[in-house]
């Protein structure tokens, strides 16, 4: 048996070589003679560095709104974020999926080096004037960096 001690650093797998010789009474072949375990790493990695923000946006019924999601810094390496379009009952007046804007939600995938990207949602156009209204944009499930500033609240503004 071969104790190990346990620390909280992220780092590669190890490996431990035993070799047993022949003594006194026995002896051992040499090809039977040694065995190397690996010692598995058992920490977490820490989190990425790069942190993944959306910016708030406005746009007229009828067209399209643009919002931007951006990278802290460029990454060596790719970074994902899923994101959605939502109604946001706790905002005042919010607007509703399906008849002030189009629901829709996808992946940014941002290439090595990539701080920028953007994505659109479709407002729906009326015949009445009203106030402007709000939803929301929200980012999850990233992969390669962490949320910063995960909601947007997007406003649609009146053409009437």
Do not use: C
Request: glycine share 8%; proline share 6%.
């Amino acid at each position: 048996s071969v104790p190990t001690s346990g620390d909280s650093t992220d780092e590669p797998n190890g490996s431990v070589t035993v070799t047993v010789s022949s003594g006194t009474g026995y002896t051992v072949s040499q090809t039977d003679g040694s065995a190397t375990v690996t010692v598995s790493d058992d920490d977490d990695p820490p989190p990425p560095s790069v942190t993944i923000s959306i910016e708030d946006a406005s746009g007229e019924e009828g067209l399209w709104v643009t919002f931007k999601v951006t990278l802290s810094e460029a990454a060596d390496h790719q970074v994902k974020v899923r994101w959605d379009s939502d109604h946001a009952y706790d905002l005042d007046p919010y607007a509703i999926a399906g008849n002030e804007f189009w629901y829709m939600d996808g992946t940014l995938t941002f290439a090595p080096g990539q701080t920028e990207k953007s994505a659109s949602v479709y407002l729906n156009d009326d015949s009445y004037a009203e106030a402007d209204e709000l939803f929301r944009v929200r980012l999850s499930s990233p992969q390669g960096a962490t949320i910063a500033d995960g909601e947007a609240i997007m406003t649609i503004t009146d053409n009437d």
